[in-house]
């Protein structure tokens, strides 16, 4: 069997009923630089559609993406800020969970929208090992600002 990180998932939005986006969790962490690129992109200001969340166990404040999202078009079925997504986005539906580090398939969003290939697809697949890096490097981010959040005081 092979590990979560290493399965090649491949999806199909079109005509998706936008089940990840509409979810209301809060699971969509995101980092400043995510930030400040969805409200560039949308013309809105982070407040608009983000909020904070607190880590019990850390009080560390970290911001998430308000869910459903308010990026989605719901006539046209497609993102709005496509081209500026967060990771968490980019990576749907595998998903890391910052708080636990788990890598996880979120395969019953997706439904028959999802494929998982025996061998990498150039530009139609993806896996959390090919996104290693920036996933290391968003987690680190996000903590750090989580963090120095609290410090100051001011949540940000």
């Known amino acids: 069997m092979r590990s979560i990180t290493e399965l090649q998932v491949s999806t199909t939005c079109d005509g998706c009923p936008d089940s990840c986006c509409s979810q209301p969790y809060d699971w969509v962490y995101l980092t ?12 809105l200001p982070a407040n608009a559609f983000s ?3 607190v880590n019990a166990a850390t009080a ?18 497609r993102c709005g800020v496509y081209a500026s997504r967060p990771l968490v986005c980019r990576l749907f539906p595998l998903y890391v969970d910052p708080m636990t580090g788990d890598g996880m398939l979120l395969a019953a969003q997706c439904g028959d929208r999802l494929d998982v290939l025996e061998e990498p697809a150039p530009n139609i697949s993806w896996s959390l090992e090919q996104y290693a890096q920036p996933i290391r490097d ?17 949540g940000t």
Request: with cysteine; hydrophobic share 40%; proline share 2%.
């Open 51 to 53: 909020s904070e969340r």
């Open 60 to 77: 560390f404040q970290f911001k998430v993406l308000d869910l459903p999202c308010r990026f989605f078009d719901q006539s046209t079925g």
């Open 138 to 154: 968003w987690v680190r981010t996000l903590w750090r600002e989580a963090k120095a959040g609290v410090q100051r005081g001011d």
């Open 32 to 43: 400043a630089e995510e930030l400040d690129a969805l409200s560039r992109a949308s013309g």
